[in-house]
């Protein structure tokens, strides 16, 4: 396999073979060929975060053998709270499919870790496994394969930039420079993650502006912020998961390195367009999206799939809306969702039917008259998006909510009746009535967790989601206190409204 795209993971030209056979033997090549010095495992614990073991090895017995074992790591750290001190050591193991040079250490070999138990058994509990798990009991009761891909909205803050071509606030939607003028660090991400993963889709700027932050963290206070967006391509959902932590590993390790801060917080300044983290999900039967009629509509396995997501969203925010601020994203006018519903290219709906090039196709050869031979498509590229996630979601976990929000649907015939119920037309904010007649998402983490805890059944059924980690869960969200936030801070004056909304929203500059 030759290495034809400056941006294919080196590793795989480099062997002649997909990442998906990679081998042991392999690997240790590239250790050799590379000169690499140390293979560092990532992890996701239980605050969303990707953790990492720096190992580095003298032989090639060494390099083989934690490529063969792994390592161990203390599980009661890195799942405080689920796993009990005295049963806490759990082996982390490479995934080798995922094998990547680490762009900021040109000795490492990098790869995304599984847990397993003593026994060697997938740890129940990490949130890697649950989604595996997940996605492995709809694939057997299905028979289908479930695709997503995340939308990735951030803010690089950093220091005022030059007054020359100014941003406009709210604004900022595929800006270009010189108006923009964080391009090259974005570029530099687009780089770096398409490299590692194979899955970026675009980038661009988006809506969102502040030229002067104000606020008590030193870190924010006076700084300047762009949102951007890196959106990925669909990928298997228990792949999609690692590629997001990976994707927000590298932004902001990026950003670190240009002096500036990347925040995936859900919001950060009142009027300004919050962080979502908006999943698009297909159905596939033998690599075949099955999302689409011939005729172009929706076919009746994705309106069960919308369905499922309905049934299944008030209770998803428990780990797709984790924190206070979630809830001040999640207000009316903002684009971002506050009732249930689903909706054909509606922005104000909580599930939205995006153009997917279903009824048209090489759309070029309208305005380039000289080309003469047509592209082959493979497949069709619908798909469903769930507008309700933000940047605080514990991705493997939600990911995990919405595949056996899918798996519920594909079995159970009311996911149609709550499809057809559930459909919208037209803009919620300017219909208050309509908005009226529809069920509600959450206002608050406490709400949430109260409506995890009643719907704990949809989780743990089939032992997908242990009883310990919904209990952890609603209880983090229960700990936010924050069920009536939004009519005290609506109570407030104006200018003592916006200093304590900002305490709110900047206590999350970091989460997950």
Partial sequence: MKQRYALTNPIAPMLGKSRDDFTREDLVKVIEEKDIEKITL?????????????IPFANRYQAERILADGERVDGSSLFKGVVDVGQSDLYVVPVYKTAFLNPFDGSSLDFVCRYLTPDGELAPYTMDNILLKAYRTFRRNSGLEIYALGEIEFFLVGEPASPIFPARSQGGYHASAPFVKSGPILDEMVRCLTQVTGAVKYAHSEVGHIERIQSASEELNGKQAEQMEIELFPTPIDETGDNVVLARWLIRNIAYRHGCVATFAPKIEEGVAGNGLHFHVELMDNNHNVMSEDTGGLSLRAKRL????????DSLTAFGNTVSSAYLRLVPNQEAPTRICWSDMNRSAMIRVPLAWSKVSDLSLKLNPQQKSRFQRSGNRQAVELRSPDGSALVHLLLAGMTMAADWAMEDSRSLD????????????????????LPSL?????????????????????????????????ASLAAE????????????PKETRSLEAR?????????H
């Fill in 306 to 313: 919308i369905g499922g997501l309905c049934e299944y969203a």
């Fill in 503 to 511: 305490k709110a929203m900047h206590k999350d500059v970091h989460c």
């Fill in 481 to 492: 206190d924050d069920e009536n936030l939004n009519k005290y801070l609506a109570d407030l």
């Fill in 418 to 437: 709550l499809a057809e119920k559930l459909y919208v037309t037209g803009d919620l904010s300017q219909n208050p009535k309509l908005a009226e007649n």
């Fill in 442 to 474: 959450p206002a608050s983490c406490v709400e949430s967790s109260r409506i995890l805890l009643e719907k704990r059944h949809l989780y743990e059924r089939d032992d997908i989601f242990p009883s310990g980690v919904i209990d952890y869960i609603a």
């Fill in 42 to 54: 990532h992890y996701v614990a239980l605050d969303g975060q990707l953790k990492e073991l720096k």
